[in-house]
């Protein structure tokens, strides 16, 4: 069987390949003021057809959390697929998205415990966009009880010279 060709999909998630540094401001409870927070990024690639991110940031209370995010383009779903893991938590996140018309957003949708804590899972996006070839962000938010999406964080990546 012969390697898969990358596409253009796989060619648009190599952008996310380098070394990032990290800020972010996230909201964990309504009746919570936002919490910032800064870290690393390493994204490598994987045969030109995944990226392998790995990050490292402060958490509140001062501990490290580490995390691995793995994308690619599955071309028989026509869909964006990956994980997400973490060390402050067990639940694997795993992604089904799509570029919109435009080629600037990469929206990930996946399901995780909801932050009710009632043992129900909800419905989550994180959404990559492009600012420059230098700066990037990434936005999570969830599915409210409303039907509206209620974003909960944004970080903003920066490519290290």
């Not at 409870?29 to 940031?57: C, F, H, I, Y």
Request: hydrophobic fraction near 30%.
């Amino acid at each position: 069987m012969q390697n898969p060709e990358p596409q253009s999909e796989h060619r648009w998630l190599q952008r996310l390949v380098g070394e990032w540094t990290m800020e972010a401001e996230f909201t964990m409870a309504p009746d919570q003021p936002p919490t910032k927070t800064t870290g690393a990024e390493n994204v490598r690639s994987l045969g030109g057809l995944w990226t392998v991110g790995e990050m490292e940031g402060g958490m509140a209370g001062g501990d490290t959390d580490r995390s691995i995010m793995t994308l690619s383009y599955d071309p028989s779903k026509q869909r964006f697929v990956g994980t997400f893991v973490a060390s402050c938590m067990t639940h694997l996140w795993v992604y089904s998205g799509s570029l919109d018309s435009s080629g600037k957003f990469l929206t990930l949708d996946t399901e995780g415990p909801s932050f009710s804590g009632d043992g129900t899972l909800a419905k989550y996006q994180d959404i990559i966009e492009f600012l420059s070839e230098d700066h990037r962000t990434l936005s999570s938010q969830f599915l409210g009880a409303d039907g509206e999406w209620q974003r909960f964080m944004t970080a903003h990546y920066r490519r290290k010279a």
